[in-house]
């Protein structure tokens, strides 16, 4: 049997219902406004898939999808992977200045 390497697994991962549900309930999430990769992965219908909800905006490189609003139960920030931690604060912080 062929072996899966981890970047395909990824690419597979990426376009599974679950992926375009989470996909789905970020682009709900109102400017200036943050959820938790926890309370999106209930919405998304899955309430124990945080870690894959993280995942998910990790491989997340669609414009459209406004993963920066994604962070941490404890109110961190979690990653960001278009430029980092402090580029997705400001970012949030410009949203909720302007909105």
Request: glycine fraction near 10%; charged fraction near 25%.
């Amino acid at each position: 049997m062929k072996q899966i390497g981890p970047q395909s697994r990824v690419a597979q991962f990426a376009k599974t219902p679950f992926a375009e549900r989470v996909r789905a309930v970020v682009r709900t999430i109102p400017k200036g406004e943050t959820r938790s990769y926890k309370e999106v992965a209930a919405a998304a219908g899955s309430a124990g898939a945080a870690r894959a909800v993280g995942m998910i905006m990790k491989n997340n490189y669609d414009p459209t999808v406004p993963c920066h609003r994604v962070i941490r139960s404890d109110g961190k920030m979690g990653g960001y992977n278009r430029g980092g931690t402090a580029l997705k604060e400001k970012m949030l912080a410009d949203e909720r200045r302007h909105h």
